[in-house]
């Protein structure tokens, strides 16, 4: 009886480091194991995430990274513009926020993985996660 392949190396191009439990990248690369989820998972269940959701999506119901290519399509998700993961929990309630749909979000978070941090207003703004405390002091 023929038997499915296992894939237990890294989805990142060249690494052959095994793949972590939740999903197909290594610890370097992204990976993700059980008990870091639930507990990160958990803060998108407080009063105080529902709040900022709800008020991002009231002042923009639009994606912003499609607006930015002249396209209309309205939001799915409310993304950190800095991965609060690699910043520290303050990073969760202190950061700057965007409208994304959720190919634009999927994007975005591929590009995290390589230290790149996307800003959508009239433009596309990069930073790195170096640039977070300057970004939130110098926020309007």
């Known amino acids: 009886m023929p038997v499915t392949p296992t894939h237990n190396h890294c989805a990142m191009y060249g690494c052959r ?13 992204g990976g993700k194991e059980n008990s870091f ?3 990160s998972d958990s803060m998108y269940r407080t ?3 529902r709040s900022i959701r709800r008020r ?3 002042l923009q119901p639009l994606c912003q990274a499609c607006l930015c290519r002249g396209i209309v399509c309205s939001a ?3 993304d950190h513009v800095f991965p609060w993961r690699s910043v520290g929990g303050e990073a969760f309630t202190h950061n700057i926020f965007q409208s994304l749909c959720q190919p634009c979000h999927s994007h ?16 596309v703004k990069q930073h790195s996660i170096d640039d977070y405390a300057y970004a939130m002091l110098n926020q309007s």
């Open 17 to 29: 480091e095994p793949k972590s439990k939740l999903n197909s990248y290594c610890m370097a690369h």
């Open 37 to 39: 989820v639930r507990q």
């Open 47 to 49: 009063p105080a995430w």
């Open 56 to 58: 991002q999506i009231s």
């Open 76 to 78: 799915w998700a409310v």
């Open 108 to 123: 975005k978070t591929g590009l995290e993985r390589h230290g790149i941090c996307e800003q959508y207003d009239a433009v």
